[in-house]
């Protein structure tokens, strides 16, 4: 059957997929291009979405791509980069400045324009950005605007657009959730703008994944690494379906990087699914803390959980003389844009499933991922519709290299690079907030305008309502270039110095974490919560608060998030949170307690 179709050019943001699987909600077929692509590619198309870029378009960079598409008598939307390209091809201006991360409000000046049929007045939208539009070509004009929460002034020119052209721009993210009516914004665009008529399913999808892992298995089967997560079950359940279970092994590691007492729910999990007969189990985890003795580094510990499991499922596929099989993985989408695995993205994290050796197997055609292309928010609808029980299909998102990246490692070296600037800026930033902060002289991962920032957190002390706390982290991580995340101090003291300990991933802190990581789910389960919350890690950094010798700080990171590509910070509730501090703080070795306020982007879900 023939489907109408939209062209998105993939200029390497992070979201530049997720603009795909927005489009192909509405009903319609979406692909992803490349920028160099020949201009004949994108014949046949009904219309093109430029993507987001971690280049900066204010620098020229990463101009030398297909201009020739300005060319085509189709209507065209720009997102971010996108937007900038476009304003700077029809002669309007970039600069590099107006930078926002996180949510902003939207006025539209043009509420009448076909674009935002059905919208508010003032939209909430999601930025994050370096560049920004400061002015406009012949034939266009502005749709609308974003106003600050930090009492900066107005950012001019947010949505712009010219109907003589066809031509459209938003400097927001209307493909990520935390944009409320962006696939309101795509469905104006793909169905009215570019007359798109909505004939493409989830279901053809399915059916097409069960198709193409029979082409490419043949008559070899399957071992797939299945860590008991929401990817791995339903990728388990789809090769079932695909190949019969007789062609599906299904091997659980523990890396020792596990919850409490997982492995035990794991294995009763495969039971349920009817995949208990196929199910080995393997305790590695002397192999995985032997890889990661003394290491620090958190992109050197992704690549070390990353190469042990491929050496332990190589030495048990033949210890079980598995012969003739693929290597299967429940991959997911963000897995392979946030490694950089798509041509431009920014390498965010290196996934366990993307490390060297799983990209050489899969050149050769040896890896099976039927999720490859979907979100967790797909991944889970998949999993309904193939009947797998809510409990398995809802439970948290846990990252495939486990508490390896919630458990921060040092040396005992204050990093305090850049201090001199970054403690008076921080200072200046957070004072109108009324509350105290500290530079922590420690790094974690996050991500800015579409490119990895591994910086400083600022530790925030005193009384605030949870408004005041969420702006004073928008507005420091906003502001203070080299802070990527802010933190809410919940411990009983104020402290103003702080210091790194040695710390490494022995069983101990491991054991540590996996206590306070119990009581935190415990106590999201006993309030109701563990359903309504998307993720919480729970995160053991070896840093001392004040005098105190030695000492563990424990960071909590509830959020909502629906394709972990954004997240908001979750307020917990004050009942909730004093349980904590009682029982965490009275830990052996816990000496900091503190909340994670910082939305995705700046910082990352995980720390690491
Ligand atoms: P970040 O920390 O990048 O995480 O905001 C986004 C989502 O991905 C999960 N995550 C992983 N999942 N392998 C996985 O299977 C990994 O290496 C990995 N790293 C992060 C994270 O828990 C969150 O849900």
Redesign the pocket.
Known sequence: MHHDSIAVVDFGGQYAHLIATKVRRIGVLAEIRQPEDPIEAFAGYRGIILSGSPALSSHGEDSEYTKALYELDMPILGLCFGHQEIAKHYGGEVIHGGREWGHADLHLTRPDHPLFKGLDAVEQVWMSHFDSVAGVGEDFEEFGYTTSKDGSPDHRLAAIGSDVHRRYGFQFHAEVDDTIHGDRMFANFVLDICGCEPTWSMEAFIAEEREKVRRLVGDDSVFLLA?G?V?STVAAVILRDALGPDRVNLLHVDNGLMRKDESKKVVALFRRLGLGDHLHFIDASDDFLGALEGMTDPEEK?HAI?QTFVDVFNREAERLEIQDHLLGQ???Y??TV?TGGTRRADT??????RVAVIEEMIAEGKVVEPLAELY?VEVREVGEELGIAHEALWRH?????GLG?RCLCSDGTPDTEGFDRLVPETAAAATKFGLEPLVLPIRS?G?KADVRAYEHPVLLSGEADWDTLLRAGSSITQQVLGINRCIWNLGPEHHDTAHPVEGYMTRDRLDLLREADDMVMEGLRSYDLYDEIW?C?TVLVPLALGDAEPGELVVLRPIF?KR??T?TPVRLPDPLLDDLRASILGLPGVTGLALDITS?PPG????E
Not at 397 to 401: A, E, L, Q, R, Y
Not at 604 to 607: D, G, R, V
């Open positions: 860590s997560g990817d992704r990353g429940g991959t997911i963000p897995d946030e965010i994290k290196t996934h366990h499933n967790k998102p846990f990252p495939g290299p990246v991962v991500v993720q890690p998030s972990a590509m997240a995705k990352t879900i995980e720390w």
